[in-house]
């Protein structure tokens, strides 16, 4: 499979604990965004990495959310301290933007499903 | 106000009906839009980019109007398979994707 892979698909956890999440692109992309999303809502942007470098974080993204793509590869996502807000669906996506188009769609993974006991 | 916005719907069909969803967008310096299909507790998928001359890919049309900055999406003979929410996306400056809430479309038989 050469989409996008995140695990775990689901994580169940207790209030305080911390937990990671990780987000394997599609090979040759160097754009990978993490989005999160609440039921009725459309997904959220958190942060965007280019290669290994990370350009832009949310405001949504506290100080309890770290992400890094190390070696501009895979990335992954920690919360530390979880609370119960935290509980969403947590998509990563990565994009390649061929000759400078504009028009150049991200592909999403399935998404980590977070819920905080 | 969001930088997108959709009505959530949800729109309730009868199969072989003809549906249309809207969508408006607040920056206009925004350059590239696309229509995702996302089902119940799946990812969004990309169902079409939206061109400037509009354009179509068989049962769908996407048209966007940069004037009144709105982004359009018909379906034509509904099936009971187009059941799921529909995400309006602009590209906001090279690299951010900002999403509607979605308009959820129920076709039914």
């Known amino acids: 499979d050469t989409g996008v892979s995140q695990d775990p698909r689901h994580k169940i956890t207790k209030r305080g604990q911390n937990v990671t999440f990780r987000c394997d692109p599609i090979?040759?992309?160097?754009?990978l965004y993490w989005y999160r999303q609440t039921l009725g809502q459309g997904p959220e942007f958190l942060t965007y990495?280019?290669?290994?470098?990370?350009?832009?974080k949310s405001r949504l993204l506290s100080d309890r959310f770290s992400a890094e793509r190390p070696k501009g590869s895979f990335s992954t996502l920690e919360i530390q301290r979880t609370e119960q807000g935290d509980s969403a669906m947590y998509l990563c996506?990565?994009?390649?933007?061929?000759?400078?188009?504009?028009?150049?769609?991200?592909?999403f993974g399935q998404g980590t499903r977070l819920t905080v006991v | 106000r969001k930088e997108v916005e959709q009505d959530p719907g949800p729109f309730n069909v009868p199969e072989g009906a003809t549906v249309a969803f809207n969508c408006t967008y607040s920056n206009s310096a925004s350059q590239s839009f696309f229509w995702y299909r996302q089902d119940c507790r799946k990812e969004p998928k990309l169902l079409m980019s939206?061109?400037?001359s509009g354009n179509e890919d068989g049962r769908f049309t996407a048209q966007l109007n940069r004037a009144s900055q709105y982004i359009s999406l018909l379906i034509r003979d509904s099936k009971l398979s187009d059941s799921a929410t529909y995400l309006c996306?602009?590209?906001?400056?090279?690299?951010?994707?900002?999403f509607g809430t979605g308009t959820r479309l129920k076709v039914l038989a």
């Open positions: 939206v061109y400037s």
């Open positions: 996506a990565s994009s390649y933007p061929r000759g400078g188009s504009l028009n150049t769609e991200a592909f």
């Open positions: 090979s040759e992309h160097n754009r």
């Open positions: 990495f280019q290669n290994e470098a990370q350009l832009e």
């Open positions: 996306v602009a590209l906001s400056g090279t690299y951010k994707y900002i």
